[in-house]
């Protein structure tokens, strides 16, 4: 069996919710800013918007540059640009990748696919918006040259099909290898969807073709991968009172997590309760000790679902338990505390 690792250290003191008096809090003194590369589908799910603003909020990240795909592309980029510029990070630059087809499910399978993506809900919150303009280099050709002008040093993070991923590697197959480690919300294991056995997880599903070369690209080795699945995602929910505690908050920050929030409610099966899944594989790069861990080989088979082989090789490091409380409690800490603003 795969090597597994559980710590479950959750000290109060990271816990308490105490207001710096002006600015982001400063960085801790436990080291160098980790560099991160973003490559989100925000617009979509809520769960982006809050995995962007907690990145953002996080003095110990530094985020090099963000990347969008999936469907309507263009229209994503302006919610990240919106959300720099009202918190006066608008230093970190946006790119576009290709649009694509989008593929939508109906319990669980595959229903349909539309060549021109509908306009979702959350994209009203930028429209028009044209302070900050995403960079001209596509998204691909981005991952690839900043990649491999830092080798081992930036993190890539992908949270939404990975399209820009899938671009990359056609570009250059060893692009992988010059990451520091890819963290990726991606996969179900153990568990899918409300709890129920391991499905084909959207962000494998959306573009299966893209999954298969980012499946190849890990199979070649050399990389070190950590999936965050469904498995510690899906019930890690934020709920009406914490909700709350955000919107009187008040800040540029949190301001835009709530009227994303009330752009997607109710947009799609009468949807209240946000879902944590992408905010969650932010919260490994910041609290890895709240998470359970096995390691192992991770594929996807020809009908997107990913399949583990606890102790396979290549070895890749799957997240399969977390302590979902403490991580909530931290998040949220963390948006409350920021004074993020022009």
């Known amino acids: 069996m795969g090597k597994r690792t559980r710590l479950w250290r959750v000290l109060p003191a990271l816990l308490a919710v105490s207001l710096p008096a002006a600015g982001q809090p400063e960085a801790g003194a436990a080291g160098e800013r980790q560099k991160v590369l973003f490559d989100c589908d925000i617009g979509s799910d809520i769960d982006d918007a809050y995995a962007l603003a907690l990145l953002l909020a996080s003095p110990e990240i530094e985020l090099v540059g963000i990347t969008v795909g999936h469907a309507r592309t263009a229209d994503r980029a302006p919610q990240a640009l919106r959300m720099l510029w009202e918190t006066g990070l608008e230093h970190i630059p946006v790119f576009v990748g290709r649009e694509t087809p989008l593929v939508t499910l109906r319990d669980g399978k595959p229903h349909e696919q539309f060549s021109d993506a509908p306009y979702n809900r959350q994209f009203h919150w930028a429209?028009?918006?044209?302070?900050?303009?995403?960079?001209?280099?596509?998204?691909?050709?981005?991952?690839?040259?900043?990649?491999?002008?830092?080798?081992?040093?930036?993190?890539?993070?992908?949270v939404g099909p990975v399209t820009n991923?899938?671009?990359?590697?056609?570009?250059?197959?060893?692009?992988?290898?010059?990451?520091?480690?890819?963290?990726?919300?991606?996969?179900?294991?153990?568990?899918?969807?409300?709890?129920?056995?391991?499905?084909?997880?959207?962000?494998?599903?959306?573009d299966a073709a893209s999954s298969r070369l980012f499946d190849a690209g890990v199979q070649a080795g050399g990389t070190d991968v950590v999936y965050i699945p469904l498995d510690v995602t899906d019930h890690v929910r934020l709920d009406a009172d914490r909700r709350?505690?955000?919107?009187?908050?008040d800040t540029p920050l949190t301001d835009a997590v709530t009227a994303l929030?009330?752009?997607?409610?109710?947009?799609?099966?009468?949807?209240?309760?946000?879902?944590?899944?992408?905010?969650?594989?932010?919260?490994?790069?910041?609290?890895?000790?709240?998470?359970?861990?096995?390691?192992?080989?991770?594929?996807?088979?020809?009908?997107?679902?990913?399949l583990f082989e606890p102790g396979g090789e290549p070895a890749s490091t799957v997240?399969?338990?977390?302590d979902d409380a403490a991580f909530i409690e931290r998040m949220v800490a963390r948006f409350l505390e920021q004074n993020l603003r022009r």
């Open 127 to 158: 429209r028009g918006f044209d302070e900050l303009k995403p960079q001209a280099q596509p998204a691909a050709e981005y991952i690839v040259d900043t990649l491999n002008a830092a080798p081992g040093e930036i993190t890539l993070l992908t």
């Open 165 to 206: 991923i899938g671009d990359a590697l056609e570009l250059d197959p060893d692009v992988l290898t010059k990451a520091k480690r890819v963290v990726s919300m991606y996969g179900s294991i153990r568990s899918g969807y409300d709890g129920g056995d391991a499905q084909r997880e959207w962000n494998v599903l959306a």
């Open 244 to 249: 709350l505690h955000l919107h009187m908050r």
């Open 261 to 306: 929030y009330s752009l997607w409610r109710n947009e799609e099966r009468n949807q209240t309760t946000p879902r944590l899944f992408d905010a969650v594989a932010v919260g490994y790069l910041l609290w890895p000790e709240l998470f359970g861990f096995e390691h192992g080989r991770v594929t996807v088979d020809e009908r997107s679902m990913t």
């Open 319 to 322: 997240a399969l338990e977390i």
